[in-house]
């Protein structure tokens, strides 16, 4: 489980805060989700590592320390399902609760050469802590896209109060796995969004080449985007709604331990945020939520008028060596800039609350694995699911392992 949002009665739930980890602080009820797990028959392993509050792309906590990548040791697995994303490749177990707020699931996978789905908002029930109204959904990282479509059949429970239920299709979603999806209309992007960014040229060459492959399958592949995604100060335009987030977690951690927080209680970039967020009137927050709202509205367009599918890296670098993105590194803002080029292309999907995947497609010339993304319309996870299969039977990647795995 991982420690956010995967509550378990009983069990420490630190969210990668160094004030809960002192307090001692633990779950009072489990998540619906973990209750799911366990009627499903599956056994809690432990409780994996974590950004702070889960913001970020990498996974190196003051609280408990850096989660290094089983490809490569001085890198880090991503974030902030770091910890999730490094026990499956290292061979620990082969499934692990994850979560994904802006990235947090195809960041990891993408970094440690798996299989991260993102479903759609509502798909999963978040309660009772959690609304399915946010930016954050659950899920697992595997190794195969049966494993992730298996799991997401037996999780799939709603209980009353849940906010947002996804429709769903009649039939399980492992029976899609290995079923022909057709011939699909596919989009690509194998270029940064957003300023001060570059791609990889591995992983620009990556896209073009899965494109080729598409079109080699017998799919319609051309280079198209929804327009929204390439409009940069519309994404900007959220930074109040999340700032507020931020400032909303940092008081609910104060509540929980009885105190104000103290220098050495949380890191200085969460602080940094949550005190940004007194610089902006309601009405600059609700002007941000309402900014969301018509993005979602505008990107579905693109679908609406004809494609399937969008294809995308998932992160525009391979991973990252540790400290690049720490919390005590010095440089805030650079490694801001540094982050946004491993969650640029995953985050707009998680405001659109669209399901997307991330599938381990190539490799850089050091051997590190990148990861690629396909995002679907709201709900048609059976796209995502079909054409993940089929592309699987292709690359094989499931028989490959890190090479620190036994």
């Given at each position: 489980m991982k420690d956010l949002w995967a509550c378990e009665a009983g069990r420490p739930h630190h969210q990668g805060v160094q004030a809960l980890k002192d307090h001692g602080a633990v779950a009072d009820r489990d998540s619906h989700l973990v209750e799911a797990y366990r009627d499903a028959g599956f056994v809690s392993f432990g409780r994996t590592n974590t950004p702070e509050l889960g913001a970020g792309a990498t996974t190196e906590?003051?609280?408990?320390?850096?989660?290094?990548?089983?490809?490569?040791?001085a890198r880090g697995p991503g974030g902030s399902s770091g910890g999730a994303a490094a026990a499956v490749a290292a061979g620990v177990l082969p499934a692990a609760n994850a979560s994904d707020g802006g990235g947090s699931i195809r960041i990891p996978a993408a970094m440690c050469g798996l299989v991260g789905l993102k479903p759609s908002r509502g798909r999963?029930?978040?309660?009772?802590?959690?609304?399915?109204?946010?930016?954050?959904?659950?899920?697992?990282?595997?190794?195969?896209?049966?494993?992730?479509?298996?799991?997401?059949?037996?999780?799939?429970?709603?209980?009353?109060?849940?906010?947002?239920?996804?429709?769903?299709?009649?039939?399980?979603y492992a029976d899609l796995v290995g079923r022909d999806p057709g011939r699909l209309r596919i989009g690509f992007l194998d270029h940064a969004i957003r300023t001060n960014t570059e791609i990889d040229p591995d992983v620009a060459d990556a896209v073009r080449a899965t494109a080729a492959r598409l079109e080699a399958l017998g799919h319609h592949v051309e280079p198209s985007v929804p327009a929204p995604l390439l409009d940069e100060s519309r994404i900007t335009a959220w930074g109040p709604a999340f700032a507020a987030g931020t400032a909303a977690s940092v008081a609910a951690i104060a509540a929980e331990i009885g105190r104000e927080l103290d220098d050495g209680d949380i890191e200085p970039w969460t602080?940094?945020?949550?005190?940004?967020?007194?610089?902006f009137p309601p009405a600059a927050v609700i002007g941000a939520q309402k900014a969301m709202t018509t993005f979602r509205r505008d990107t579905a367009t693109w679908w609406a008028d004809g494609f399937d599918l969008l294809l995308t890296p998932t992160c525009l670098r391979p991973a990252p060596m540790l400290?690049?993105?720490?919390?005590?590194?010095?440089?805030?803002?650079?490694?801001?800039v540094t982050t946004l080029h491993y969650s640029q292309l995953t985050q707009p999907f998680n405001v659109t609350g669209q399901p997307a995947i991330s599938l381990p497609l190539a490799r850089s010339r050091e051997g590190l694995p990148i990861g690629l993304q396909f995002v679907a319309p709201y709900a048609r996870e059976?796209?995502?699911?079909?054409?993940?299969?089929?592309?699987e039977s292709e690359y094989r990647w499931g028989d490959e392992r890190a090479p620190l795995h036994p």
């Amino acid at each position: 489980m991982k420690d956010l949002w995967a509550c378990e009665a009983g069990r420490p739930h630190h969210q990668g805060v160094q004030a809960l980890k002192d307090h001692g602080a633990v779950a009072d009820r489990d998540s619906h989700l973990v209750e799911a797990y366990r009627d499903a028959g599956f056994v809690s392993f432990g409780r994996t590592n974590t950004p702070e509050l889960g913001a970020g792309a990498t996974t190196e906590p003051l609280a408990y320390g850096p989660t290094r990548n089983p490809w490569d040791l001085a890198r880090g697995p991503g974030g902030s399902s770091g910890g999730a994303a490094a026990a499956v490749a290292a061979g620990v177990l082969p499934a692990a609760n994850a979560s994904d707020g802006g990235g947090s699931i195809r960041i990891p996978a993408a970094m440690c050469g798996l299989v991260g789905l993102k479903p759609s908002r509502g798909r999963i029930s978040m309660g009772p802590h959690m609304d399915e109204w946010g930016n954050s959904v659950q899920h697992v990282v595997c190794h195969t896209v049966r494993d992730s479509a298996a799991i997401l059949d037996a999780t799939i429970v709603h209980v009353p109060g849940d906010g947002v239920i996804a429709p769903r299709q009649d039939e399980p979603y492992a029976d899609l796995v290995g079923r022909d999806p057709g011939r699909l209309r596919i989009g690509f992007l194998d270029h940064a969004i957003r300023t001060n960014t570059e791609i990889d040229p591995d992983v620009a060459d990556a896209v073009r080449a899965t494109a080729a492959r598409l079109e080699a399958l017998g799919h319609h592949v051309e280079p198209s985007v929804p327009a929204p995604l390439l409009d940069e100060s519309r994404i900007t335009a959220w930074g109040p709604a999340f700032a507020a987030g931020t400032a909303a977690s940092v008081a609910a951690i104060a509540a929980e331990i009885g105190r104000e927080l103290d220098d050495g209680d949380i890191e200085p970039w969460t602080m940094f945020i949550a005190e940004r967020a007194s610089m902006f009137p309601p009405a600059a927050v609700i002007g941000a939520q309402k900014a969301m709202t018509t993005f979602r509205r505008d990107t579905a367009t693109w679908w609406a008028d004809g494609f399937d599918l969008l294809l995308t890296p998932t992160c525009l670098r391979p991973a990252p060596m540790l400290g690049e993105m720490a919390p005590d590194n010095d440089d805030l803002m650079g490694v801001q800039v540094t982050t946004l080029h491993y969650s640029q292309l995953t985050q707009p999907f998680n405001v659109t609350g669209q399901p997307a995947i991330s599938l381990p497609l190539a490799r850089s010339r050091e051997g590190l694995p990148i990861g690629l993304q396909f995002v679907a319309p709201y709900a048609r996870e059976d796209l995502l699911l079909s054409l993940a299969g089929q592309l699987e039977s292709e690359y094989r990647w499931g028989d490959e392992r890190a090479p620190l795995h036994p």
